[in-house]
């Protein structure tokens, strides 16, 4: 079992540009979240997705969209990179009724000059 | 001000000791409390989750919840190279509660 995997590991855009994170879990899991870490601020979560089919807005939601394209697989797209997106961003899946299990994949560190 | 409230550190103690970490909240609502280890570069893993309030014991680890302080600990008893890493608090009104609040982290060195 891979668990959370995610792709890119590493990516650097230029202002506007446009980019999608993959993310795909092997756990059959119902929940996926997507978060960004920054120093001093924790993990704060962008979009969420409860079981498939289904999306819901974090706490820091502008400037990214979400599909949940299968139960396996969670996308996050930034359609117009702005240098406050530079991050580490993280995806995590959990079952629907332990959520506060999650697994985490490895991150994707995106910076945007 | 932030639901929940870490100290960032560094924390830097040597092999084998006692380490105490900690995090205050202000939701009382919140009844799942868990911390989670992040190692450099690596994705979170849960260490260990707690119910409402009392203590549990893992190994060298142990977790406290206080509600009624609305504070929660971490005790890591002899204490290894192998638990350096940054420590995060995290909590959940219910368990399939579809968001949880997490801590901005303690980043802890143990010195050999």
């Known amino acids: 079992n891979a668990g959370v995997t995610q792709t890119p590991k590493f990516q650097v855009l230029k202002t506007g540009q446009s980019m999608t994170l993959q993310c795909a879990q092997d756990?059959?899991?119902?929940?996926m979240y997507w978060y960004r870490q920054d120093p001093g601020m924790g993990l704060r979560l962008i979009y969420y997705?409860?079981?498939?089919?289904?999306?819901d807005k974090g706490e820091v939601p502008n400037g990214y969209n979400v599909s949940r394209l299968n139960k396996r697989e969670f996308s996050l797209r930034l359609e117009s990179a702005a240098p406050s997106q530079t991050s580490v961003y993280f995806c995590?899946?959990?079952?629907?009724?332990?959520?506060?299990?999650?697994?985490f994949g490895p991150g994707t560190r995106l910076t945007v000059t | 001000q932030k639901e929940v409230e870490q100290d960032p550190g560094p924390l830097s103690v040597p092999e084998g000791a006692i380490v105490s970490l900690n995090c205050t909240y202000s939701?009382?609502?919140?009844?799942?409390f868990m911390w989670y280890r992040q190692y450099s570069r690596k994705g979170p893993e849960l260490l260990m989750y707690?119910?409402?309030?009392g203590n549990k014991e893992d190994g060298r680890f142990t977790a406290q919840v206080d509600k009624s302080s609305k504070y929660i600990s971490l005790f890591i008893r002899d204490s290894q190279p192998s638990d350096s890493a940054t420590y995060l608090c995290?909590?959940?009104?219910?368990?399939?509660?579809?968001?949880?609040?997490f801590g901005s982290g303690t980043r802890l060195s143990i010195r050999p």
């Open positions: 995590a899946s959990s079952d629907g009724d332990s959520t506060y299990e999650q697994y």
């Open positions: 756990m059959n899991h119902n929940s």
């Open positions: 997705s409860a079981s498939e089919g289904t999306t």
């Open positions: 939701n009382s609502a919140f009844q799942y």
């Open positions: 707690t119910y409402s309030s």
């Open positions: 995290a909590m959940a009104l219910y368990s399939s509660a579809s968001k949880i609040i």
